[in-house]
């Protein structure tokens, strides 16, 4: 199955994802400034059944959810979000 992580643009840069408790390396590009970028939304193949899913970034409050993935179809998403500490 598929699960899908998206964040807030100000985290973009600096977001951490853990799955499973595994750390997951977010594939990086070069925006229009020739600066490293993490792209998101980013898609991993994950295992189906119950996936615990953790994002991190400084200056927000983590997300640490367990979502049901499912064989084929859409991508399993976090009902949450990285909300900005203190909002």
Do not use: C, F, H
């Amino acid at each position: 199955g598929l699960v899908m992580i998206s964040v807030p643009d100000g985290a973009a840069a600096t977001a951490t994802l853990q799955i499973n408790g595994e750390d997951i390396k977010i594939p990086t590009t070069k925006d229009e400034e020739g600066k490293t970028v993490k792209e998101w939304p980013y898609i991993r193949s994950v295992p189906v059944g119950k996936v615990t899913v953790a994002l991190r970034a400084p200056g927000y409050e983590p997300v640490i959810e367990t979502v049901e993935v499912r064989e084929g179809g859409e991508p399993a998403q976090l009902k949450k979000e990285l909300k900005k500490k203190g909002e």
